[in-house]
T-cell receptor, first 118, second 116 residues
Framework: GAVVSQHPSRVICKSGTSVKIECRSLDFQATTMFWYRQFPKKSLMLMATSNEGSKATYEQGVEKDKFLINHASLTLSTLTVTSAHPEDSSFYIC??????????????FGPGTRLLVL | AQTVTQSQPEMSVQEAETVTLSCTYDTSESDYYLFWYKQPPSRQMILVIRQEAYKQQNATENRFSVNFQKAAKSFSLKISDSQLGDAAMYFCAYRNYGGSQGNLIFGKGTKLSVKP
């Protein structure tokens, strides 16, 4: 199957700093990328959807000025958590999918990034 | 809006036995996809199996098979010959067919334990 990588796998930062998480599709070009947040023992919560070259679409309740998403190319999307606070500590997962016209292919997931804000 | 319900927060199975995980969903659409994803302790989401709603035949992948009942909006996962490596969280997911904004809708998950 297709491979999606994330970097870093875990990061610890001080409150008030910004953190960037990278998501790459390694062996395919992703038309659409997704960012999820997962709390312990909970399901995945979609934060935003992005298409290459266009602005991300954020889910209701997600602050777009706090969680900056850049989908610069068909193989790279970044999530920047700006002015991070302890409540932003969580597990962040990216996902990538190829859309061929009206048909959507399977969605593949990265290994996730654990963020701890002190 | 579409919803996905997994009514079993936790399940347990003996190694080499068979277990079935339940999933129901609600939608007014006729064309859609259904998925089962596995999330082991590493937390890497892994696609287990995928079903297109227009296909009457149940999808199978080696020891994994589904029982897709479209009229009942039910999509259960059967794991045969369970192995220790099957222990994980299993998420059922729904996605509309077509369009650029079809997002996965996840259930709350079922934690599967496999006893040796």
């Amino acid at each position: 199957g297709a491979v999606v990588s994330q970097h870093p796998s875990r990061v610890i930062c001080k409150s008030g700093t910004s953190v960037k998480i990278e998501c790459r599709s390694l062996d395919f070009q992703a038309t659409t990328m997704f960012w999820y947040r997962q709390f312990p023992k909970k399901s995945l919560m979609l934060m935003a959807t992005s298409n290459e070259g266009s602005k991300a679409t954020y889910e209701q309740g997600v602050e777009k000025d706090k969680f900056l998403i850049n989908h610069a190319s068909l193989t790279l999307s970044t999530l920047t958590v700006t002015s991070a606070h302890p409540e932003d500590s969580s597990f962040y997962i990216c996902s990538a999918r190829v859309d061929r016209g009206w048909v959507q292919e399977t969605q593949y997931f990265g290994p996730g990034t654990r963020l701890l804000v002190l | 809006a579409q919803t996905v319900t997994q009514s079993q927060p936790e399940m347990s199975v003996q190694e080499a036995e068979t277990v079935t995980l339940s999933c129901t969903y609600d939608t007014s659409e006729s064309d859609y996809y259904l998925f089962w994803y596995k999330q082991p302790p590493s937390r890497q989401m892994i696609l287990v199996i995928r079903q297109e709603a227009y296909k009457q035949q149940n999808a199978t992948e080696n020891r994994f098979s589904v029982n897709f009942q479209k009229a009942a909006k039910s999509f259960s996962l059967k794991i045969s010959d369970s192995q220790l490596g099957d222990a994980a969280m299993y998420f059922c997911a729904y996605r509309n067919y077509g369009g650029s904004q079809g997002n996965l809708i996840f259930g709350k998950g079922t934690k599967l334990s496999v006893k040796p």
